[in-house]
């Protein structure tokens, strides 16, 4: 039997957000662990600059341009999806399926799969207090494919406890589902911080809350600084930097004395856990999964209340001795969420599956016989 160190991968992913980010660290490392790693995009090609992000791994990408399943309710393109995927599976004949989004669960695979539920539009919807759309007929659809989903996998994991309780409780899984917390390289020790107030997130997701920093922002003796798109002009008190490169990201995180999430949902965060690694001191929205993660590591907020943001800021701003210790406690606790931690919970996780498969079919080889 294989070890999950040398084991074929078809991983998939898409270029929207942390699951891209996600996705290169876990599919790089698997590979330089002496796995045969597949990773197939979903959604938008991805960038130079993340493409990037793969360095001179031995990781294979195939790019699909299939139909993100949350830009797809409907389920138009799962017949595409359907012939594209089984089309890859027999070109690498993977030992692993891992997925890295709902709907192909559902697909025939021949391997065994391991679905990994990053976020969900149920999920986000109750956490912004958004959801009667969610009657509408198309998104009935998605939310019995994604119930679905869970159902037909071998495996399913979260990346937080918090999360993994949420979707229990929506879709009822018949399995209960494994937590492996996402992780990052270990970075060079943090810089000499500036007076910085630094924050990331796209400003037309609700779930961001970006508002809220813009809200506190008046008034504040340090400058503030937002990376990520946006669809409108931004608010006023704010420096919006726009798009940045995985790498820019993390330069400025480098620089930043505090980094703010005032998100209203957040399955993991990898933001925050890079500007912890930088040594950033977090101030955070008190939402279960950050409670979670980083209690006692970062200071919590109601995410509705700006002016209690406003007046940690200024606290912070003044008080040197405890943004320091902050900073210390943020970046200590980082060093919890390594990627090798990860890397080896994942490759546990397929040598389980492919000894169960084995076995599996020993069982139905000696049924036949008799």
Not at 115 to 142: F, G, I, K, Q
Request: overall charge negative.
């Amino acid at each position: 039997m294989r070890k999950g160190s040398d084991i074929r991968i078809l991983m998939t992913t898409d270029t929207v957000g942390g699951v891209w980010t996600y996705s290169c660290a876990l599919a790089a490392n698997l590979a330089a662990s002496g796995g045969e790693v597949t990773l197939a995009t979903m959604g938008p090609p991805p960038r130079a600059d993340q493409c990037e992000m793969l360095g001179d791994s031995r990781v294979r990408l195939i790019e699909t341009e299939l139909a993100l399943e949350w830009q797809d309710p409907e389920g138009r393109d799962v017949p595409h999806a359907k012939r594209t995927l089984a089309s890859l599976e027999a070109r690498f004949g993977p030992d692993i399926v891992h997925l890295n989004s709902f709907r192909e669960a559902t697909l025939p695979w021949r391997a065994p799969t391991v679905l990994v539920a990053h976020s969900c539009v149920n999920s986000w919807a109750l956490a912004c207090r958004d959801s009667a759309w969610l009657n509408e007929p198309r998104w009935m659809r998605y939310t019995e494919r994604v119930a679905a989903a869970l159902d037909s996998t071998e495996a399913w994991v979260c990346p937080s406890q918090s999360f993994h309780d949420g979707i229990v409780e929506i879709y009822q899984p018949r399995s209960p589902g494994a937590v492996i917390w996402n992780g990052i390289g270990a970075g060079a020790p943090p810089n000499r911080k500036r007076e910085l107030i630094f924050a990331a997130g796209r400003l037309w997701d609700r779930a961001k809350n970006i508002e809220a920093l813009a809200a506190a922002a008046p008034g504040l003796d340090w400058p503030v600084e937002i990376a990520g798109p946006t669809d409108r002009n931004p608010p006023a008190g704010i420096t919006w930097l726009g798009p940045l490169s995985h790498g820019a990201l993390c330069d400025h995180l480098q620089h930043a004395a505090i980094f703010v999430s005032p998100a209203l949902y957040e399955p993991f965060g990898l933001s925050v856990l890079e500007a912890a690694a930088a040594g950033c001191a977090l101030v955070l929205s008190d939402i279960p999964t950050f409670r979670e993660l980083w209690s006692g590591a970062a200071r919590l907020f109601d995410p509705s209340d700006s002016q209690a943001l406003h007046r940690i800021l200024i606290e912070l701003s003044a008080d040197e001795r405890e943004r320091t210790r902050l900073q210390r406690a943020a970046y200590e606790h980082s060093l919890s969420y390594s990627l090798a931690r990860t890397t080896s919970a994942y490759q546990t996780l397929y040598e389980g599956l492919l000894a169960s498969t084995r076995t599996t079919t020993q069982a139905k080889q000696i049924e036949v016989r008799a």
